[in-house]
């Protein structure tokens, strides 16, 4: 049987949309909040090396896991040797194997890897599609896959919710989610538009390096004073200035928990 729909005098039962809680963040501080991000980092790059959309779909295939130095650390020599899929197909198993070794899961991640070279040989003429869709077809390639490729590759306005993101959705109150899905699209209900290219990097970068995990560094924080996550140990902001591009061997970074 039907449930009766609740009735409210004079007018219709409120829809979830207008019932849903506040915003913990003003537009102006959401905004604020990235502009800060957009100094200290105006030209943020992603971690994972790669020479062309391929080979950065293939290391983010590899990189779940696993940190992006230690990707690099095995792709650098495979992409010198198997940058299309073709190439990488030519290698086999084994070959494309001892490449990866070193990686976490590597055995599965080789298998999808040479599946999804065949996938994109034979749907996509050897090209990487720019199309979620097409990308999240593919073996091996979820939604936060393709969402990295669609920003790094194709310069999509996209962002990938990862570890990092997903928790810094959460502890500051910006983007709450129960999943990665859910903390994506409040995200991409607040953040300014002229923003959002670069977005992924900065939350990204700023998980890695100050909200971390465990102990976040607040004294670090650019933006201590705007950040209303309840373990935060400062609200004296960091001071703001343009950082140095971060080594090219990441051995800054934190392992991926
Ligand atoms: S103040 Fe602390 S908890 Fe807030 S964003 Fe900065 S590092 Fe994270």
């Known amino acids: 049987m039907q449930k009766p729909k609740p009735k409210v005098a004079g007018r219709s039962a409120p829809s979830p949309r207008m019932s849903a809680p506040r915003p913990l963040y003003s537009e102006a501080e959401v905004r604020e909040i990235f502009r800060r991000f957009a100094v200290q980092r105006p030209e943020p790059k992603g971690e994972l090396e790669h020479v062309n959309a391929f080979t950065l779909l293939v290391a983010v295939v590899l990189s779940a896991q696993a940190t992006d130095a230690g990707v690099n650390r095995a792709t650098r020599p495979l992409f010198a040797v198997a940058d299309t899929p073709e190439k990488m197909l030519a290698l086999g198993e084994d070959r494309l194997g001892d ?136 609200a004296v902001p960091a001071p703001l200035a343009e950082l140095a591009p971060l080594p090219a061997d990441g051995t800054l970074e934190e392992p991926v928990s």
């Open 99 to 234: 490449y990866v070794k070193t990686i976490g899961l590597w055995r599965n991640k080789t298998k999808n890897v040479l599946a999804l070279c065949e996938a994109l040989i034979r749907n996509h003429g050897g090209k990487v599609p720019a199309d979620r869709d097409a990308l999240m077809k593919l073996p091996g390639v979820g939604r936060k896959t393709a969402n990295v490729v669609l920003n790094i590759a194709f310069g999509q306005p996209t962002l990938a919710v990862d570890t990092h993101v997903f928790r810094i959705g959460n502890r500051l109150g910006l983007a709450p989610g129960r999943t990665p899905d859910e903390v994506e699209a409040a995200f991409l209900r607040i953040i300014p538009a002229e923003y959002l290219r670069h977005a992924h990097h900065w939350l990204i970068l700023h998980g890695r390096y100050v909200c971390k995990a465990r102990k976040p560094e607040c004294t670090a924080c650019i933006i201590a004073d705007l950040c209303k996550a309840a373990e935060k140990t400062s």
